[in-house]
Each structure stands twice: as structure tokens, then as C-alpha cells.
């Protein structure tokens, strides 16, 4: 590869050609490169609007690049190792949505693990896909659903040949990776499809001393979020392909078909420089970050109340590998939930953490952290530790509990079905219509298809009690005290569907 290509930001610099080129715009967007004053404009300034425009000549088409647009998109290939890749502007979501759409037919066969995103449930419900649900390692202590083993993947492989794919979530929330090199041979020689989850992965490709990534182990397809840990800007995304099993054809199709007519320029322009910065610097940045990383990990273990999931914690428990990138702190034994503790450090110390669990909290660190912005984290929780770790005791016992819902029909005829709305106490045993889940991290509770349980009923109330961002997929009603059921007397089951 040559470092001199990789220099080159084709995009970008074609667009901020495009806007300062004193042209007469008689096309959209009707701002006109920032023609039209308004308060966010005034805020970020003009540039902003210079850069935002909609294919004009020069520029490329996203939906069938030929110029700039498929310049970067090779660049952005070469610098992560993959055959080809697919800018989008619309999150790895859309690249979720598009591998399912684009790998699985109706009734084709998924094996994936059950604590995947919403958006592979959503893409199941599109694509009218049979998932074969894979329980994930679950952590008690943590209170998390984490990475797949090798076994179980295995296993589900062997029992389900007829798969078309296998989905693996590298690595999950958390940072935790599955053994995608063993799980991708073996799929392979299965003639199964491997798409990968990476939306929290980015900066694998761009240090060793990181997770090896989805195109390393040699997975077919992968979406891949550059806004979550490679700095781009929110909701650009890209997915990367490898091999001869992926329909690029079909791909194409799938992808102009979910996203925008219009993807925005600025996101695109956010891709191309993210990439030249994270090929150049990554590497080093990373390096430090994993210097400042061990540092807040060593000062942390020492705060009462406070246990950090660490490397060693996730490898004595059978995790294959983990990214240090990602801080875990369990906060329950200060009698408080990570719901809490997420709400006190906002409230009381101006800090965002990323997620809460039960139990726990998460930070990610990227090339953006700052040593300042770790030591104010390290000491809000020093100060935590200090007002609760003494009252602790009168403070209710967090639970934990995760289990998963049997299936009772595909999602997509569950969420075709006719419904009724009931109060959730009555939806005891009923067949779930609409997916419902706390967000982040967006890991469906239920999803249409399962059977409703008291445990289900329970952990939604806890949820929401506790203040996890509770949401439902269909009426996106926050205030969940309904669900939406299937109304069996008037359904007619798919004959295909689950026994
Ligand atoms: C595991 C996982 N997959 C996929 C996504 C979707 O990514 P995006 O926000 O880029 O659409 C998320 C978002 O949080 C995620 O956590």
C-alpha cells in the first residue's frame, strides 16, 4: 500500500473545491452553500453550509460512484484491508439492514446471537429471515450478555447446516470479542456467509495492539461505525467486503433502495478525512490511549465500592479477547445502578458516560480522550465512592437477570400480524408484536415473535423504573405500561413458520 495514496482525501477536497468555487447554485439544498441566514449558521459558521451540497457535477454519486466518491471509497478499502468498501450516511444501521437484506432471502436461515442490535432484528423483520438465536456468554457479577463462544457457534452451525449465514457482533458493546478467525473458518467451510457487527470497532484496523478485525479473520461483510471510535461525524458509516460469497450487485441495490437519495455530503467528506487521520495517526493515538487507559484502570481499583472489568477479569472468564479502549466499571456495590450512577455524573460532574447496565457503566475512550477529561472522570468517581460506599447498606440490592424469550414465530409474521394493545401485566404468555428495549445499547428485551414472560413484564419495569431510556420499536412510546400483542384469534400463522 502507498502511503502517498492514502494522503489523498478525493472527497473532501473536491467538495470544499465545489463550495468556495464562487458558483451559481440553481440546484438543492435550498440553503444554497449558506445563502440563507439562520441560528445555526450564525453557531457553526458558513463553512459549514459550504460543505453541504447534493451530487452536483464533480461530485460523484454515492448511489453508483464512478468519480471522487469511489476514489475514497478504494482508499478507504486499502487502509482497512478489504476488497471493497460502501460509504453511508445513515449509521451502521443502514449497513446492518442492508447485509441482512442483501445475504439473506426470505426464510433463509441466520445464526446470530440474541443480544444483537435492534437494527439485525429489524432486519430480520424486513427480510423475513428464520433466525437461529445463539445464546451469548452471560456475566452474572457484571450484569451484561457479552461475546459468543466458539462452541456454541459451533454447535449451532452443525445442527442448522442448511444456514445461510452466521452474525457475529465484533466486539459487543462492551468490547468483547468472539474467536471470529475459528468461527469464520469454520462457517466457511459450512458455505455459510459471514457478516459482522462492528459498529463498535473501527479503530481495530488501525492498531495491533487492538482485537484483530472482521476483515482480518476473513469475514465476508461487515458494517462498520467510523463515527462511534474513528472520528467521524455522527452517523457515517461504512461497510467493507472481502471475498467472492458477497452479491456486490444485489448489495448495491439493497443499499440505494434503504438510503437517502441525498446522503449528505458533509458525512461523507467526515469518512474521507476520518480515514487519512486514523491511517496516519491511529496507531500512535491509540498507543497513548492505552497508556492513559491504564492508568485511570490502576487508580480506579483502588477506590472502595468501585471493581473494574478488566482484561484479566474478561479472560479468566473465558472471553477470547478485549478491547482496553473500553472502561467498564462496576458501580452495584455502592448500592447503586449503573442507571444511577450514569444520572449522578451527568447531574452532579458535567461527565456523559456512554451506557448503563444494572450493574455497571461504560466509558469509551477514543483518539479524542483527553488525560483531563480521565482524571475528572477518575475523581467524580472517587467522589462517589466517598458519599455512597458509607451508606450502601441502606440502599436496595440491585438484581440481575437476563434471559431469553422463546420463540414462538418468525419476527417478520409477528410483526404483520394483526394486534391488540394490553396493559403489559395481561401480556403474560401472549406473542410479542413490537420489539421493546432500553437504548442505549438498543438490545432488544423482547423482540415480535417471542413469548411475553413475567420475567420479560419484570425487567421492562425495572427498566423503566430505574430511568433506562425505555423504547418501543412500533408506537415509540417511552411510557411503556402497554405492549402490543398478537391477536391470535384472527392471525393466520405462516405455514413455513417456527414448529
Ligand atoms: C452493537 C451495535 N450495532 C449497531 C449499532 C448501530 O450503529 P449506528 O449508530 O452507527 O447506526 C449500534 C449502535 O449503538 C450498536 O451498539
Known amino acids: 500500500m502507498k502511503d502517498s495514496n492514502q494522503e489523498k482525501t478525493p472527497f473532501f477536497t473536491k467538495l470544499k473545491e465545489y463550495g468556495t468555487s464562487h458558483v451559481a447554485p440553481f440546484d438543492v439544498p435550498g440553503h444554497k452553500l449558506g445563502r440563507i441566514e439562520n441560528d445555526l449558521q450564525k453557531f457553526a459558521g458558513k463553512k459549514l453550509y459550504l460543505l453541504d451540497s447534493n451530487a452536483p457535477v464533480g461530485l460523484d454519486h454515492l448511489s453508483f460512484p464512478t468519480g471522487v466518491i469511489a476514489e475514497a471509497q ?27 437484506l442483501s445475504v ?24 423475513g429471515a428464520m433466525p437461529i438465536f445463539i445464546k451469548p456468554n452471560i456475566d452474572e457479577f457484571v450484569g451484561i450478555a457479552n461475546d459468543v463462544s466458539f462452541k456454541t457457534v459451533k454447535q449451532a452451525i452443525d445442527e442448522n447446516q442448511d444456514a445461510k449465514a452466521v452474525f457475529i457482533i465484533n466486539p459487543t458493546y462492551f468490547g468483547v470479542v468472539s474467536d471470529l478467525r475459528k468461527i ?51 452517523q457515517s458509516s461504512i461497510i ?45 493515538k491509540i498507543n ?19 471493581s473494574v472489568i478488566d482484561k484479566d477479569y474478561l479472560l479468566e472468564h473465558g472471553c477470547y ?23 449522578i455524573m451527568k447531574r452532579n460532574y458535567n461527565i456523559q458516560l456512554e451506557l448503563a447496565e444494572s450493574h455497571m457503566v461504560l466509558c469509551v475512550l477514543t483518539i479524542g480522550t483527553t488525560k483531563q477529561d480521565l482524571e475528572r472522570l477518575v475523581l467524580a468517581f472517587k467522589k462517589l465512592s466517598e458519599k455512597y460506599n458509607k451508606i450502601k447498606t441502606s440502599l436496595p440490592k440491585i438484581e440481575f437477570h437476563y434471559q431469553f424469550p422463546e420463540a414462538y414465530s418468525r419476527p417478520r409474521d409477528a410483526y404483520h400480524a394483526p394486534k391488540i394493545l394490553v396493559k403489559l401485566e395481561d401480556a403474560i404468555d401472549e406473542i410479542s408484536a413490537e420489539s421493546i428495549m432500553i437504548y442505549p445499547p438498543g438490545i432488544p428485551i423482547i423482540i415480535p415473535g417471542e413469548i411475553i414472560t413475567e420475567t420479560v413484564v419484570k425487567d421492562i419495569k425495572f427498566y423503566k423504573q430505574k430511568g433506562g431510556a425505555l423504547q418501543s420499536d412500533i408506537d415509540n412510546d417511552t411510557d411503556i405500561d402497554y405492549v402490543q400483542i398478537v391477536d391470535k384469534e384472527n392471525w393466520i400463522k405462516y405455514e413455513g413458520d417456527l414448529e
Do not use: W
Open 74 to 100: 478504494n482508499l478507504m478499502a486499502e487502509a482497512m484491508g478489504a476488497d471493497r468498501s460502501y460509504f453511508l450516511t445513515n449509521g451502521t444501521t443502514s449497513g446492518i439492514l442492508a447485509m441482512v
Open 104 to 127: 439473506c432471502k426470505a426464510n433463509d436461515k441466520i445464526i446470530l446471537p440474541r443480544n444483537v442490535h435492534k437494527s439485525v432484528i429489524n432486519g430480520l423483520i424486513l427480510s
Open 184 to 234: 469464520t473458518d469454520y462457517a466457511h467451510k459450512h458455505n455459510m456467509t459471514v457478516m459482522v457487527d462492528e459498529a463498535h470497532g473501527a479503530q481495530f484496523y488501525f492498531s495491533p495492539r487492538l482485537p484483530y478485525s472482521a476483515m482480518e479473520a476473513g469475514a465476508d461483510i461487515t458494517a462498520t461505525s467510523m463515527h462511534k471510535t474513528a472520528g467521524g461525524l455522527t
Open 240 to 284: 467493507l467486503t472481502k471475498g467472492e460469497r458477497i452479491d456486490h450487485q444485489r448489495l448495491r441495490a439493497t443499499l440505494n433502495m434503504l438510503q437517502s437519495t441525498s446522503p449528505s455530503s458533509l458525512l461523507m467528506a467526515s469518512l474521507d478525512v476520518a480515514r487519512k487521520t486514523m491511517y496516519f495517526k491511529g496507531r500512535a
Open 288 to 306: 497513548e490511549i492505552l497508556k492513559l487507559a491504564k492508568i485511570a484502570r490502576e487508580k480506579l481499583k483502588n477506590i472502595p465500592g468501585i
Open 321 to 343: 479477547d478485549c478491547d482496553e479502549t473500553k472502561l467498564m466499571v462496576k458501580v452495584s456495590d455502592l448500592g447503586l445502578s449503573g442507571f444511577d450512577v450514569y444520572q
